[in-house]
């Protein structure tokens, strides 16, 4: 059994990275963790989301998932983001949370804390690397450690070949082109190993 607390973060608009935090939630269970799947605040107003069927469905499906606080951040030992692109960067409700964590960067609660990510867009050059290092440049300030999949399993490979994290295209349709879940799970039973290192290493 393992003893890493996970955090799974996500923001999502049409169901994707929710459906990516809950792959990496069972994969990080079936490695002894133990998670947290959470969602970043949502920014935009109430008004814009209504008008949107997919977008207010998401909502909707996501209501009893608790927001993401910093005492979230403080209690795991790693930390998973799912995110999807917006111009080759993360989304805004992502980056405001992150840029609330000041006080805990500042106190050095950041340190060490084992992360990587998970990305999406509607094309499959749509800014998904750019995405995941718009994320890990933040990382790199927080004085985590950054865990990604590379090519540490022949799942990645089917999955389209991304070592910087799992990323995905979603069609026209709102469904998923490529099928990841096993590169999601293996991706986050890494990133727990690599927590487990790093707490035996700290003990």
């Known amino acids: 059994m393992s ?6 973060i996500f ?12 792959w990496a939630e069972e994969g990080a269970k079936e490695a002894g963790a133990e998670v947290k799947v959470l969602k970043v605040q949502e920014l935009a107003p109430e008004s814009v989301i209504e008008g949107n069927e997919v977008w207010k469905a998401t909502v909707e499906a996501t209501k009893d998932v608790p927001v993401v606080t910093s005492d979230d ?3 795991a030992d790693a930390i998973i983001f799912s995110v999807p692109t917006r111009f080759g960067n993360m989304p805004s ?6 840029d609330t964590q000041g006080g805990l960067w500042a106190t050095g609660k950041t340190i060490n ?9 509607q094309n499959p050059h749509g800014g998904q690397e750019a995405t995941l290092l718009s994320l890990y440049t933040s990382m790199m300030h927080w004085g985590a450690i950054i865990a990604t999949p590379g090519y540490t399993d022949p799942v990645i490979f089917g999955a389209g070949g991304n070592p910087y994290g799992t990323s995905v295209t979603v069609g026209q349709d709102g469904k ?3 099928d990841v879940q096993a590169a999601v799970k293996h991706q ?3 990133t727990v190993t690599v927590a487990e290192w790093v707490k035996k290493a700290n003990q």
């Open 93 to 98: 409700q992502m980056k405001q949370f992150l």
């Open 113 to 121: 804390k084992v992360v990587s990510a998970m990305t999406s867009a």
């Open 11 to 22: 923001y999502s608009m049409g169901g994707t990275n929710y459906q990516l935090s809950k």
């Open 188 to 190: 986050a039973k890494r």
């Open 176 to 178: 998923m082109i490529e």
């Open 3 to 8: 003893n890493v607390k996970l955090a799974v």
């Open 73 to 75: 951040i403080e209690w």
